[in-house]
């Protein structure tokens, strides 16, 4: 369902790009061709969920001598003195925090947990279009789209500063859609056209043409997105079937 929504969504832009983009002086403006696939944008922090190769701290107020740190196992899971090896990759800090306490009640009477990160390298932002590099990149903390720009190499002759695409997935998989300036922020120092990014947003600089859908999905979706090349797709008159 998380892909079918992304594939929609990054459909859309390239649909709507090679449509409206005739001159490179033409402007490019995405907009969700299926009102379903989209939900107002929203600046509502983003709850950080945690990842393989994450490093948390957990702390039991009552038996300090348990204290520990852990770092989440590639299997998604963390080994704690006081619970044994318990899911954590996924979960939020305060899901986590619950599933010590439950865990920990085996062998403890009234534990009070207390989880906190330590390092987040699972932290991740996903850079496509028309950038010298596409790719999965690690999200530096309060990560711009610029920045991310930059760690993808930099911009492609033909790319359009002016009207970057931020996706963003909510916490029930619904995907949210907002552009940027990045010419104004630059230029003007307009922060409105800037903002941090969230762990696993996808920043999409659009071309001034995008000629061939088929190798533009090839580009920046198969390359980009890290899904099993086992998923396919097909591309239809209604959009893409994911199969």
Not at 151 to 160: D, E, F, N, V
Request: with cysteine.
């Amino acid at each position: 369902m998380v892909l079918r929504q992304t594939l929609v969504a990054l459909w859309a832009l390239s649909a709507l790009a090679s449509l409206a983009a005739c001159s490179t002086t033409q402007s490019i403006r995405p907009r969700p061709v299926n009102a379903q696939a989209f939900a107002p944008w929203s600046d509502a922090p983003v709850e950080y969920r945690l990842g393989a190769g994450d490093k948390i701290k957990v702390g039991f107020l009552l038996t300090p001598e348990l204290d520990e740190e852990a770092t989440v196992a590639p299997d998604g899971a963390i080994a704690l003195k006081a619970t044994g090896r318990i899911p954590a990759a996924n979960l939020t800090l305060d899901e986590l925090q619950a599933e010590v306490e439950t865990a920990a009640r085996r062998n403890l009477r009234h534990p009070v947990v207390s989880v906190g990160v330590v390092e987040t390298p699972s932290a991740r932002v996903i850079v496509g279009g028309a950038v010298a590099a596409p790719g999965v990149y690690p999200l530096p903390p309060r990560g711009s789209p610029l920045e991310a720009v930059m760690l993808a190499g930099g911009l492609q002759p033909a790319a359009r500063m002016d009207e970057v695409v931020i996706l963003r997935r909510r916490r029930d998989n619904v995907m949210m859609m907002r552009t940027v300036d990045l010419n104004r922020f630059v230029s003007r120092a307009d922060i409105s056209q800037s903002l941090a990014l969230a762990p696993e947003d996808i920043v999409f600089v659009p071309r001034s043409h995008i000629a061939e859908v088929n190798l533009w999905l090839d580009e920046n979706i198969e390359k980009v997105l890290p899904f099993s090349r086992s998923v396919g797709y097909t591309i239809t008159s209604n959009g893409v079937i994911v199969h």
